[in-house]
């Protein structure tokens, strides 16, 4: 892997493609939803899973193994990407799976916050950012919030962070915590990109990206009805919203549905706006959001089709596998029914 040089995009997404052929379809997901975690896990270790299942096995069982098993394959899978990528490729693809230090940053806050224990948060983490196994550790050893910020003073996350501790503080809510590290990451995601019109299409994918994070902030705040400002959440970068309009929709959940109905999202998130509407259930929207983007990058994929857009699009096809796996094995451990199941997953 190397961030210099020429990018080899015919040499990745040829790769990438062969790999997407082996992800879990319609099928495979209906037959898990009828598996116990034990027969999950085997049915996981004829597939891709296969090495990260019989690595852990000896030391783990049941959801935990799964759980394992899929951070570590995804991390294995990301790394590999990377690997073989070259140039400004190798650039444009770092800083997307930045995603997972924001993620894992959140749930080493959310771990401390509920007071979680260590392991249980460290089997939630996803190794697949730029974050080394040294920061995780002292991530993984902080016992207090103020310890987190500390550890990440040197990072991008370090300044927002601090900035939002005071109102934690005050509040003792992790929401500002959160925002800011969700800021710092798509503001850095989406600056300076350049490059030609397979960069700028990417560039709209990544808008949309952050438009859906508003959307369903905007969304939880108007359902809260908390006295919060809306304005202070807001993520720059996305087209649907201002900071204005953004405060002034969240008030009003009815004129906010409109809103997005009417815009360019509208035909791909109408069927989950009108059950939000209907049923009051934001996960419909979100689950809706996650399929809109993946269908947006597929579509972004066609149009370029030697370009960083395929294999982002996959990044999120495996990305929303392993939380399917998840969902299902995290349901059979609770005793949800199949069909209960099923209404968590995202599939398109």
Same mark, same amino acid.
């Given at each position: 892997?190397?961030?210099?040089? =020429?990018?080899?995009?015919?040499?990745?997404?040829?790769? $990438?493609?062969?790999?997407?052929?082996?992800?879990?379809?319609?099928?495979?997901?209906?037959?898990?939803?009828?598996?116990? *975690? &034990?027969?999950?896990?085997?049915?996981?270790? /004829?597939?891709?899973?296969?090495?990260?299942?019989?690595?852990?096995?000896?030391?783990?069982?049941?959801?935990?193994?799964?759980?394992?098993?899929? !951070?570590?394959?995804?991390?294995?899978?990301?790394?590999?990407?990377?690997?073989?990528?070259?140039?400004?490729?190798?650039?444009?693809?770092?800083?997307?799976?930045?995603?997972?230090?924001?993620?894992?940053?959140?749930?080493?806050?959310?771990?401390?916050?509920?007071?979680?224990?260590? =392991?249980?948060?460290?089997?939630?983490?996803?190794?697949?950012?730029?974050?080394?196994?040294?920061?995780?550790?002292?991530?993984?050893?902080?016992?207090?919030?103020?310890?987190?910020?500390?550890?990440?003073?040197?990072?991008?996350?370090?300044?927002?962070?601090?900035?939002?501790?005071?109102?934690?503080?005050?509040?003792?809510?992790?929401?500002?915590?959160? !925002?800011?590290?969700?800021?710092? +990451?798509?503001?850095?995601?989406? =600056?300076?990109?350049?490059?030609?019109?397979?960069?700028?299409?990417?560039?709209?994918?990544?808008?949309?990206? $952050?438009?859906?994070?508003?959307?369903?902030?905007?969304?939880?705040?108007?359902?809260?009805?908390?006295?919060?400002?809306?304005?202070?959440?807001?993520?720059?970068?996305?087209?649907?919203?201002?900071?204005?309009?953004?405060?002034?929709?969240?008030?009003?959940?009815?004129?906010? $549905? /409109?809103?997005?109905?009417?815009?360019?999202?509208?035909?791909?998130?109408?069927?989950?706006?009108?059950?939000?509407?209907?049923?009051?259930?934001?996960?419909? +929207?979100?689950?809706?959001?996650?399929?809109?983007?993946?269908?947006?990058?597929?579509?972004?994929?066609?149009?370029? *089709?030697?370009?960083?857009?395929?294999?982002?699009?996959?990044?999120?096809?495996?990305?929303? /596998?392993? /939380?399917?796996?998840?969902?299902?094995?995290?349901?059979?451990? &609770?005793?949800?029914?199949?069909?209960?199941?099923?209404?968590?997953?995202?599939?398109?």
């Amino acid at each position: 892997m190397s961030a210099v040089g =020429s990018s080899n995009p015919e040499y990745v997404v040829a790769r $990438v493609r062969a790999r997407r052929g082996s992800l879990y379809g319609d099928e495979e997901y209906r037959k898990l939803t009828r598996m116990g *975690p &034990a027969e999950i896990a085997r049915f996981m270790e /004829e597939s891709s899973y296969a090495d990260e299942i019989n690595a852990l096995g000896s030391r783990h069982g049941g959801v935990d193994l799964i759980e394992y098993a899929l !951070n570590r394959n995804l991390a294995s899978q990301f790394d590999a990407i990377l690997d073989w990528s070259e140039g400004s490729l190798y650039g444009l693809i770092a800083r997307y799976l930045r995603k997972f230090d924001a993620w894992n940053v959140k749930t080493v806050i959310r771990g401390v916050y509920t007071d979680a224990d260590q =392991s249980a948060v460290e089997s939630d983490l996803i190794r697949a950012g730029e974050f080394d196994d040294r920061r995780i550790r002292r991530l993984l050893e902080a016992d207090a919030i103020d310890a987190v910020v500390e550890v990440l003073e040197d990072t991008i996350y370090g300044d927002p962070l601090q900035a939002a501790y005071a109102e934690y503080e005050e509040t003792d809510v992790l929401v500002p915590l959160e !925002n800011a590290v969700d800021r710092a +990451f798509y503001e850095r995601l989406l =600056s300076g990109l350049g490059g030609g019109e397979p960069t700028r299409q990417y560039e709209a994918f990544l808008k949309a990206e $952050v438009d859906f994070r508003n959307a369903t902030n905007a969304l939880r705040l108007a359902r809260s009805g908390a006295d919060i400002d809306p304005a202070a959440y807001f993520i720059e970068g996305g087209e649907l919203f201002t900071r204005g309009s953004l405060a002034r929709l969240a008030r009003n959940l009815d004129e906010l $549905v /409109e809103y997005i109905a009417d815009s360019q999202y509208g035909d791909e998130l109408g069927p989950a706006l009108r059950e939000l509407e209907e049923a009051d259930s934001l996960i419909a +929207f979100e689950h809706a959001t996650d399929a809109a983007l993946l269908a947006y990058g597929d579509r972004l994929g066609t149009i370029h *089709p030697v370009s960083i857009t395929p294999i982002i699009s996959y990044i999120l096809a495996k990305e929303r /596998e392993v /939380e399917n796996i998840r969902a299902i094995a995290r349901g059979k451990e &609770a005793g949800l029914s199949a069909d209960e199941i099923e209404s968590e997953l995202v599939i398109t």
